[in-house]
């Protein structure tokens, strides 16, 4: 299901996101282990962009990140709104990746 990559020397691993469904679990799982909501996932290119989304019942909420990890946009989006959004096509293109968990405690 996952990869681990790491992109260059001394940087940390990174998990590869393979398939749309894999979003859903990887931000339920991080959810989960840590509580804290949602989960960053970045696409791999020249400007390393990070977002951070979060899973709802009724859709996603998927905010665009700086460097520091401030939020500075965010969109609701429905789950096929979702599919048109640069994360599916980074995903697509397999540049999409998301650092592992670190569990709390």
Do not use: N
Request: proline share 6%; glycine share 8%.
């Amino acid at each position: 299901m996952h990869m681990q990559t790491r992109i260059a020397h001394g940087a940390p691993s990174l998990l590869t996101v393979q398939a749309p469904e894999d979003i859903e679990f990887l931000v339920k799982e991080s959810e989960v282990l840590t509580g804290q909501a949602g989960r960053t996932f970045v696409i791999a290119g020249a400007d390393w962009l990070a977002y951070r989304v979060h899973w709802h019942p009724i859709g996603l909420k998927v905010e665009r990140l700086d460097a520091e990890g401030r939020v500075l946009s965010a969109q609701h989006l429905l789950p096929r709104e979702f599919l048109g959004h640069s994360l599916m096509e980074a995903l697509a293109a397999g540049q999409l990746f998301t650092p592992p968990i670190r569990r709390l405690g």
